[in-house]
């Protein structure tokens, strides 16, 4: 349901060998280009004692092209599809909005990338198909109903055992521990340099 409120979002990741492989299965499965690869830089805000991460909460802002996005995220109710409350608009001046928030308190806690690009089914309509390019990998995002995200799944050819139900910085972290690496921000390597902490 969508309102002032927010809504529930519902989603899964699926990890792809590379983003090949990625627009191969998607394309033979019917699906279709319906949103150009862009890049999104996100920013998650946090307290200086990481209250929001500890209550399960997300504050980010998003960039991408010449838009931006404001979002708040609730904790994460569990099950076999990722759900939690959702509330987001469009910011006009993302720099003046991170200087309010920084000014109230709020700190950058974690910056991440991705090369996103939205595929859409003529005969599958309701959700959306997200394929993402990031600095741990390749990934689908299936955002929709539960029997939606079901149904996507299937058709490219993922079974419900291989869902991914963790947000970008727990997989981001879960990967540093595995490649014994400190956890920074999941920045490409070309802009790493180019970004502050």
Same mark, same amino acid.
């Given at each position: 349901m969508d309102d002032r409120r927010g809504r529930r979002e519902i989603e899964i990741k699926l990890k #792809? &060998?590379?983003a090949a492989e990625? +627009?191969?299965?998607?394309? =033979? &499965?019917?699906?279709r280009v319906s949103g150009k690869r862009q890049l999104e830089q996100n920013l998650v805000f946090d307290t200086p004692s990481r209250a929001l991460r500890r209550a399960g909460l997300?504050? +980010?802002?998003?960039?991408?092209?010449r838009q931006a996005w404001l979002t708040y995220k609730g904790p994460v109710?569990?099950?076999?599809h990722k759900t +939690?409350?959702?509330?987001?608009? %469009?910011v006009a001046d993302p720099d003046a909005l991170e200087a309010i928030l920084t000014g109230c308190g709020f700190e950058p806690a974690f910056r991440y990338e991705k090369f996103r690009t939205g595929?859409?089914? %003529?005969? /599958?309509?309701?959700? =959306?198909?997200l394929l993402d390019e990031t600095p741990?990998?390749?990934? #689908?995002? #299936?955002?929709? $109903? %539960? $029997?939606?995200?079901? /149904? /996507? &799944?299937r058709r490219l050819g993922f079974e419900p055992g291989e869902y991914i139900t963790g947000g970008y910085g727990? #997989?981001?972290? /879960?990967?540093?521990? +595995?490649l014994g690496r400190r956890p920074g921000h999941m920045l490409f390597p070309s802009r790493r340099a180019s970004r502050p902490a």
């Open positions: #792809l &060998a590379s990625g +627009r191969r299965r998607l394309l =033979a &499965a019917g699906f997300l504050l +980010r802002l998003r960039r991408s092209g109710e569990t099950g076999r +939690r409350r959702e509330v987001e608009l %469009p595929f859409s089914h %003529p005969q /599958a309509s309701g959700g =959306a198909t741990i990998g390749i990934f #689908l995002e #299936l955002e929709g $109903s %539960p $029997s939606w995200i079901d /149904a /996507a &799944a727990e #997989l981001y972290v /879960a990967c540093c521990r +595995r």
